[in-house]
């Protein structure tokens, strides 16, 4: 190939991704245009600061503050949850088990199976098990679920960085005598950018899901006082408002997906900049 | 150490600033026994890794405060000998060892438990790349350390600035302690992993080919520390530079495909080399 070739032939490829990020930029702004431009004119203090009143659902006055309240119970627990189970799993899938381990392999596959199930399987299965309890739906087997849903995306998001841990650093960690546990400190601190990833992938994906907390956590107009209480989700306070025949209602689904839209911004941005904080020593 | 315990370190230090000046008087005393016996020795060792047979009878005994180099070419199993000594070969798959490695009265390769950390912190080991762990530079050095239990502020600020200056770091990093250990410079950062080593108090250490990957004037300067070292620590040597070994080395092993064909004292083996082999290697037939 010619020299002259090969700069048309990186013009044109340069060509091409710019094109994929102009369309997937194209996409997002349009869903947030779509979303602010019929939320934010009817978005006011109040509805982010009050609970509904009698007739919230058909254009009374009111707010979704339970709502609000109750997907960051749910996020903030099973995202707690999650980390904890997930990160001494993957912990122990690269430090206990060797590389070409049958146990491993069978758990990784596992895991990406796990990965890839729809929230609503999730959970119909949590409502199973909560029926064979004898459970109503509450705040704890919404978080029980959105827990499981969460996991595979931690362990797997962790797992193909842990991975990459230099043999000599565990070498190194080894050989002043520690044990196979005292070295998850170093661990945590080589994938903590990892883990701040992990953490925002799951907050985005336990926050927006509706289908797992349907059965599972309920919904209710008031603030859950305890884990045994039912718990109303943004995500579904959107779908209630906007299956309402009222346009009024409708904007107010918008003005709920506003203020969703914000709350992942806020998690996320402190997400990566409390585990940046710890990640400045990484290796 | 758990989770809980690393993130306090790291809030702690991220506010921390180094509390001492160079005027302060310090002392550092031991503060692990050291083994009554701390002969290592190697007899009839066989070491298989998935049915490759990597080391073949090796026998030898590492002579005290002397620093041994293990020579030979690429691939005759020195670095598998070295990792053996402290264990850390149980990293490896599908090993299958036979025969005896002895330190002191304790049987290295039937170690189990707290007697393979115990091992391990008695024979340190500087890797082949600079490694430091993902800690600030005052962790790194107390972190050997507050593992084996010590953890009074006080105590380690003895033994890290100790260590450091024994390495001949602590003028370099003593304004910025806590800052991350991956900002310091290749050769910094070995003679960091030196420090980290010592901190614990081994009798032994291993050096895998530690100055392979520095440049002239670090490697310089961590051979002038091996030397040093030798007065109260006995250093086990791999390396790849018949130059470096001619320098610095007391006691020579020769291994070639996983035999120990010739040891014995440097100038011995380097200028009256018994076997054929080692003559060819020495005058560089093959390397």
Known sequence: ?283 | MSIATTFSWSLRHAFARPTWTLTEPFAVERKFPRPSDVRLAVDNLNLYINDAHILKNVSVSIPQNKITCIIGPSGCGKSTLLRTLNRLVDTNEGIKISGNVNFGTQDIISAKGSDITEIRRNIGLVPQRPCPLPMSIYDNVAYGCRIHGIRKKAKLDVIVRHYLEAVGLWEEVKSRLNAPANGLSIGQQQRLCLARSLAVEPSYLLADESTSALDPISSKKIEELFVKLKENYSIVMVTHTLRQALRIADYVIFMYLGEVIEQGPANEVFNNPQHSLTKNYLSGAFS
Not at chain 1, 28 to 41: E, I, K, S, T, W
Not at chain 1, 116 to 134: C, E, H, N, Q
């Open chain 1, 1 to 283: 190939m010619s020299v002259k070739l090969k700069f048309i032939e990186e013009k044109i490829a340069r060509g091409f991704m710019l094109l994929s990020i102009l369309i997937v930029l194209f996409f997002v702004l349009n869903v947030l245009y779509a979303v602010l431009r019929r939320g934010l004119p009817v978005l006011t203090w109040e509805m982010v600061s009050s609970l509904p009143g009698g007739g919230f659902y058909i254009g009374k006055e009111g707010g979704f503050l339970n709502a609000i309240v109750g997907s960051l119970y749910i996020v903030l627990a099973s995202t707690t949850i999650g980390l904890l189970i997930a990160i001494p799993v993957v912990f122990y899938l690269n430090t206990y088990l060797k590389k070409t381990d049958r146990f491993a392999y069978v758990a990784r596959i596992a895991y990406d199976v796990l990965f890839g199930i729809p929230s609503i399987v999730y959970g119909a299965f949590g409502f199973t098990i909560m029926i064979y309890l004898g459970l109503r739906a509450s705040l704890l087997g919404g978080i029980i679920v959105e827990s499981l849903l969460i996991i595979p995306i931690l362990i797997r998001t962790l797992d193909e960085v842990a991975k990459n841990i230099p043999q000599d650093l565990l070498d190194s960690s080894y050989s002043i005598g520690s044990t196979r546990i005292e070295t998850i400190g170093v661990v945590v601190r080589q994938i903590a950018p990892a883990i701040a990833t992990a953490t925002l992938l799951s907050i985005g994906r336990s926050i927006g899901d509706a289908a797992g907390v349907m059965f599972t956590a309920g919904f209710s107009d008031s603030i859950p006082t305890s884990l045994s209480q039912q718990a109303a989700t943004l995500p579904l306070s959107v779908f209630f408002q906007l299956s309402a025949p009222q346009l009024e209602v409708q904007d107010r689904a918008y003005a709920a997906a506003v203020v969703l839209t914000v709350i992942v911004l806020i998690l996320s941005l402190s997400g990566r900049f409390i585990m940046n904080f710890f990640s400045k020593n990484k290796i």
